[in-house]
């Protein structure tokens, strides 16, 4: 059974309030059964930039084996008046933009969506990244917002002016206060009313933002943000070194996304494989990360007006478990990794070499893992294999397969919270977000009726 915390309409995708919004539910997902692929759909590509992540046909990638695609042909439809962000590198803006597709009905993208980008590459002018972007109000009158920041929040990573561009490794207040500014259907962000301060090279303190962020709450302007619920941090683990990431900067982390965006509820995603993870003492690595983030998750200190919540989103368990899949497809197992128990923790530790088999022959400086991206392996491996709706270069995911369950599972998550009539107790908190992870952050089937 599907969480009672969630409202579910299998048989249509959602277009008005009163679709969902039932028992006073802030934030209800309809899930929908396609009757092409989710990821044939182009469903959660509306918004994807840039198109070099895009896993279509045209880009050479097959769909996933029958036996596989069972697991993910449905798509999810978002309804809340929640204000969540996202935030990390080009992995967390992939899900963002699933997340506004999922959130907004066609023909309001133009008239909600503001956003701020950069060009990496001056002779490919059409290859997009994308700094910041918001959409408000996406269905339900909530806000969605993605922040480009590949870096944790720390204080030492604070740095001014800002800039948006594709190695700007920092953050700072004022890039914050944009979003706390931003004016309902508005496709411009609204600088502070003191434009060059967030300019300023030599500020080094917080107070003005502080009052700033103060003065903006106290509008009572409904058009204006002015703060979030919920954000979703992922780890940017690709740009970091893997022994940089600890507890105490995780934390400072939560509680620095606190203190700038308003945001009670964080939810992290657990890491997956990549095309970073370089040897088996890295895979070592990003699982004790894992169940690091897990540990801070349990147990943060809660205090009245700090952050309430934070929730763990077990992405890494699903992709790990869908290259396990994948694997045996290929044929990289062994007779005794075929049998492996998904429940066993610790597992993917195990199954280090499968998924660190990569082509023998590459010129690739980050080549990505076989189970990956392949969908067969040509007889002679120095040739490319034929790719496969799982990655679309060993770091990036492709949204068209993986959009359904990723934005169930934050509806879900964040349903955990909202939806119900008292604050939850921590144990009732772990126990909805188990149930969670189960339903979405698993090759477990979701049950939607066609």
């Known amino acids: 059974h599907l969480n009672k915390n969630i409202i579910i309409s299998p048989s249509e995708r959602v277009t008005t309030p009163e679709d969902t919004l039932h028992h006073n539910n802030r934030i209800s997902v309809s899930l929908q059964k396609t009757p092409v692929s989710a990821a044939d759909s182009g469903y959660y590509t509306r918004f994807s930039q840039p198109d070099t992540y895009i896993c279509g046909d045209e880009q050479g ?29 080009s992995i967390s803006a992939q899900f963002a933009q699933a997340f506004d597709s999922a959130a907004l009905d066609e023909a309001q993208e133009d008239s909600v969506r503001a956003k701020n980008i950069f060009r990496p590459d001056g002779n490919r002018p059409s290859i997009i990244h994308i ?52 004016e309902y ?36 302007n409904v058009n204006v943000v002015n703060g979030f619920d919920a954000a979703v941090f992922r780890v940017p683990h690709g740009w970091l070194q893997l022994d940089y990431i600890d507890s105490a900067r995780l934390i400072e982390t939560i509680e620095t996304t606190h203190r700038i965006l308003g945001a009670t509820t964080i939810v992290i995603p657990t890491l997956p ?37 934070v929730l763990v989103q077990e992405f890494g368990n699903l992709t790990n478990q869908l290259l396990m899949e994948n694997a045996k497809n290929l044929d990289l197992l062994s007779l005794h990794q075929r049998g492996i128990d998904y429940s066993r923790e610790g597992w993917e530790v195990d199954v280090a070499n499968v998924f660190l088999q990569r082509p023998p022959i590459t010129t690739k400086k980050w080549p990505p893992s076989d189970s990956q991206v ?59 977000e188990q149930r969670c992870n189960d339903q979405f952050m698993s090759l477990a089937m979701v049950g939607v009726k066609g």
């Open 61 to 89: 990638k097959q769909s996933l084996p029958s036996t596989l695609q069972k697991y993910f042909n449905f798509i999810a439809s978002i309804q809340t008046d929640l204000k969540i962000i996202f935030v990390g590198d």
């Open 374 to 432: 392949c969908s067969s392996l040509p007889s002679n491996r120095t040739e490319a294999c034929p790719g496969v709706k799982i990655s679309s270069d060993g770091m990036h995911w492709c949204v068209e397969t993986f959009g359904g369950r990723f934005t169930a599972s934050i509806a879900c998550l964040l349903g955990c919270v909202y939806n119900v009539a008292r604050p939850p107790t921590d144990e009732e908190i772990r126990k909805c």
């Open 185 to 220: 259907n508005s496709t411009q962000f609204v600088l502070p009313s003191n434009k060059g301060v967030s300019h300023q090279v030599n500020r080094t303190t917080t107070d003005y933002f502080q009052k700033s962020k103060l003065a903006s709450f106290k509008a009572g």
């Open 273 to 309: 494989m990549s095309n970073n993870v370089k040897s088996e003492n890295d895979w070592k690595k990003v699982t004790q990360i894992n169940r690091m983030i897990r540990e801070v998750a349990r147990n943060i200190t809660k205090s009245e007006g700090d952050v309430q919540y």
């Open 131 to 182: 700094c910041r972007s918001i959409c408000s109000p996406i269905r339900g009158g909530g806000v969605s917002a993605f922040w480009r920041i590949t870096n944790l929040i720390l204080k030492e990573n604070n740095k001014w002016p800002s800039r948006c561009t594709g190695f700007f490794r920092h953050w700072n207040e004022g890039q914050a206060l944009d979003f706390l500014n931003h």
